[in-house]
């Protein structure tokens, strides 16, 4: 067997090139690029590395580590987790700034190679430039801190390592069930130290989707649920758009007369006009989606975590008789709150039961009531959503403008704030992920930076980020990495003056405004922040709307534009959709001076009998 000697940042970016994937029957390499940042601990080792290979593994330079790591995350969910990206760093604050990023990709389940530098392997330089020490523990490095963050998690101090920690990352990274990130810690000695590596290690090797079957017993089981169910609903997340399964989820439904309800990760799974969609569920739910969500006697919850926005903190399900079946690659999600596990693919699994209900439909009373359902709600949030003649519009009337706007094969993008809550409830998203939420860890500044990470994974489609003043403030940088790499954003900025979802939570819980809104802070003189200034500084075409109807003339403008536009419009902090929506558990204060906490504190007693 023939050997190549090799530093190991050498060897390692060889490995990646080698790694590929098909997509719609081409092959293509399975790392799009490296996001990187360079500094003292990773530019003579794996820069040297990267410039070498930059024609076949591509390096893009951002302004922000966390921005960076975040573009990689959504490159990683608008490629349906079939393709990734790399990001490096230096050893301390550029490799900290990622922590948060890693979170990101934790939570979300999305592959993300983590590469930042670390300290020297020999120690004998100790303690080097940013090196966080341990009196107690000579092995600790900042680069600790991604251990909870990671699902594979290696320091790497010889360079032969790289062999057995990369064919664990490429396993990890690949994995329905587990995937997420993978951090590689690279220490800098290491980095440029050479070794005879095998031939083989560089061999080509294709990964395609793993697509587990399920359990004969489980869907034997599943199958008996759902043929006796009266009242069955299926609950859409994220796993279906990764598996591809959206189709397959229009057919079922159809087939079988079931109605499908959508979380943030899940939405566009189905059209939005779709006869049995009825759009949002949970806290952030349509009314349609949510009431019968109450009624619902079987719940087939395929690709999603059921956190709390989805379950309504586990009060949604009002029917004493539910059963849920947790349609699920992962198994630690597919038997959450004592749901009967199917633990499978999402396209798998459907087909599965497809063949084994063939022939057998809801109660059409159930299926009739559900398209009535989300017919009125579609009604009704054009109430919402359509123009006014207040002095500010609100989120939900912005969000109609740029629903208006917009083309069926346009992405839009967000991420937190209040603006999550009202496009869960109002976008109506046409082809499958044409929604983009980050809303698992709900990191605000993923937006512009997340919205350059769709455009880099399909660039045919139009990329619309909606943001909030509070995250702009953030993260904003990436708007000069979309110029300066031609890939184009449309940006649309809400300046409510301030983090008016947290005013109005805060409200809702009893307390006073009080530290969210820029006028309830401690300030000598409040801010005039030119937003539109500030964009097109960074390079953007820039404009402030002072009316919907000047909204409506800069997106028309904005699509015709070659490069990044930002369009500014000053909205209402207080004014959200009521229509819909379902209790969140947020705890309040048990014992207050202000009576509007012990009110709230009551309503809040109240509202945990209703769990059951």
Excluded at 258 to 275: D, N, V, W, Y
Aim: net charge neutral; glycine share 10%; aromatic share 6%.
């Amino acid at each position: 067997m023939g050997t190549i000697r090799l530093t190991m940042a050498q060897a390692l970016t060889r490995a990646m090139q080698a790694q590929k994937t098909v997509i719609d029957g081409k092959t293509v390499p399975i790392f799009a690029g490296v996001w990187a940042i360079f500094g003292h601990g990773n530019v003579a080792g794996l820069g040297e590395a990267l410039h070498a290979a930059r024609d076949t593994l591509p390096t893009y330079r951002a302004h922000n580590e966390q921005a960076m790591a975040h573009a990689a995350i959504a490159f990683a969910k608008a490629s349906r987790r079939r393709r990734m990206m790399a990001v490096t760093s230096s050893i301390g604050p550029g490799a900290t700034n990622m922590v948060t990023a890693a979170a990101v990709a934790h939570v979300n389940r999305l592959p993300l190679l983590l590469l930042p530098g670390d300290v020297f392997a020999g120690r004998l330089p100790d303690p080097v430039l940013q090196q966080i020490e341990d009196f107690g523990d000579g092995t600790v490095s900042a680069n600790d801190c991604f251990r909870p963050v990671s699902r594979y998690f290696d320091r790497l101090t010889r360079p032969e390592q790289l062999m057995p920690a990369f064919e664990r990352a490429m396993a990890v990274l690949t994995d329905p069930a587990e995937c997420g990130p993978v951090t590689l810690a690279l220490c800098q000695d290491v980095q440029a130290e050479a070794y005879d590596y095998p031939e083989s290690f560089f061999a080509e090797r294709l990964w395609t989707p793993r697509r587990p079957r399920p359990d004969e017993q489980e869907l034997a089981d599943a199958v008996r649920l759902l043929k006796a169910a009266k009242k069955p609903l299926v609950i859409a997340g994220g796993g279906v758009l990764y598996s591809g399964a959206e189709a397959a989820l229009a057919e079922f439904c159809e087939a079988h007369g079931i109605p499908a309800a959508e979380t943030q990760a899940g939405k566009s799974s189905l059209g939005a006009t779709h006869r049995l969609n009825l759009g949002a569920i949970g806290v952030t739910g349509t009314a349609a989606a949510n009431a019968l969500a109450r009624e619902a006697d079987l719940v087939l919850a395929i690709g999603t975590r059921l956190q709390d926005f989805t379950t309504g903190s586990w009060a949604l399900f009002a029917n004493p008789a539910c059963r849920i079946v947790g349609l699920n690659t992962q198994a630690f999600d597919a038997g959450k709150h004592r749901a009967l596990p199917l633990v499978c693919d999402a396209l798998a699994g459907l087909s599965e039961l497809a063949t084994a209900l063939a022939g057998h439909r809801a109660p059409a009373a159930w299926t009739e009531r559900a398209e009535s359902e989300g017919k009125t709600w579609l009604g009704l949030a054009a109430r919402y959503t359509d123009p006014g003649n207040q002095p500010l519009p609100s989120d939900a009337q912005v969000i109609g403008a740029v629903q208006r706007w917009s083309e069926p094969s346009d992405v839009v993008l967000c991420a937190a704030g209040g603006l999550p809550g009202e496009l869960h409830k109002l976008w109506q998203a046409g082809a499958p992920g044409g929604y983009h939420m980050e809303y698992g860890y709900s990191c605000m500044g993923y937006e512009i930076a997340g919205g350059l990470g769709v455009k880099m994974a399909d660039p045919s489609r139009e990329v619309v980020v909606m943001v909030g003043d509070g995250s702009y403030l953030m993260m904003n940088s990436e708007i000069a990495t979309s110029v300066m790499l031609g890939l184009k954003l449309t940006i649309v900025l809400l300046d409510n003056r301030g983090y008016g979802c947290i005013n109005r939570l805060q409200n809702a819980t009893g307390g006073a405004s009080f530290n969210n809104l820029l006028r309830d802070t401690r300030h000598e003189t409040l801010p005039a922040i030119d937003f539109a200034a500030h964009a097109a500084s960074l390079g953007a075409v820039a404009t402030k709307a002072g009316s919907l109807a000047e909204l409506d003339e800069a997106l028309r403008a904005a699509r015709a534009h070659a490069r990044t536009s930002v369009v500014v419009i000053d909205t209402d902090p207080l004014a959200s959709t009521d229509a819909g929506g379902h209790w969140w558990d947020v705890a309040v204060p048990a014992t207050s001076s202000r009576a509007e906490v012990r009110q709230a504190r009551e309503r809040y007693e109240t509202a945990l009998k209703s769990r059951p």
